[in-house]
């Protein structure tokens, strides 16, 4: 059974950066989209950014873009999430998935990712 395990949430100051990593166990990256989502306290979980299984075509949440990139490497079979200039409305429990259909179109449609990771809690502080 496929296993996401993401690395590198953790609290940082308004203004800096982290960077989410999300390795694929048990299975591969190669030909399959993977995306960030988040969910904060007391919403809905939301994309944040998604990319194709090549990597050339990614889309990004208004609220991220210019700030969030999202890339993937299949020799490592992880997907990271470079995060610049964090805001407090960032905070949040962010999750990584992948998509359950190979060389489908980029989607933020939850219901195309078949496996996700347990979450990596981000903490912005002022």
């Known amino acids: 059974q496929v296993q996401l395990v993401e690395s590198g949430g953790g609290s940082v100051q308004a203004g800096g950066s982290l960077r989410l990593s999300c390795e694929v166990r048990?299975?591969?990256?190669?030909?399959?989209?993977m995306g960030w989502f988040r969910q904060a306290a007391g919403e809905e979980r939301e994309s944040v950014a998604v990319v194709n299984w090549n990597g050339l075509q990614s889309h990004y949440a208004d609220s991220v873009k210019g700030r969030f990139t999202i890339s993937k490497d299949d020799a490592e079979n992880t997907a990271y999430l470079q995060m610049n200039s964090l805001k407090l409305e960032d905070t949040a429990v962010y999750y990584c998935?992948?998509?359950?259909?190979?060389?489908?179109?980029?989607?933020?449609?939850?219901?195309?990712?078949?496996?996700w990771g347990q979450g990596t809690q981000v903490t912005v502080s002022p």
């Open positions: 998935a992948l998509l359950s259909e190979r060389f489908a179109p980029v989607t933020v449609s939850q219901h195309a990712f078949g496996s």
């Open positions: 048990a299975g591969t990256s190669i030909g399959y989209g």
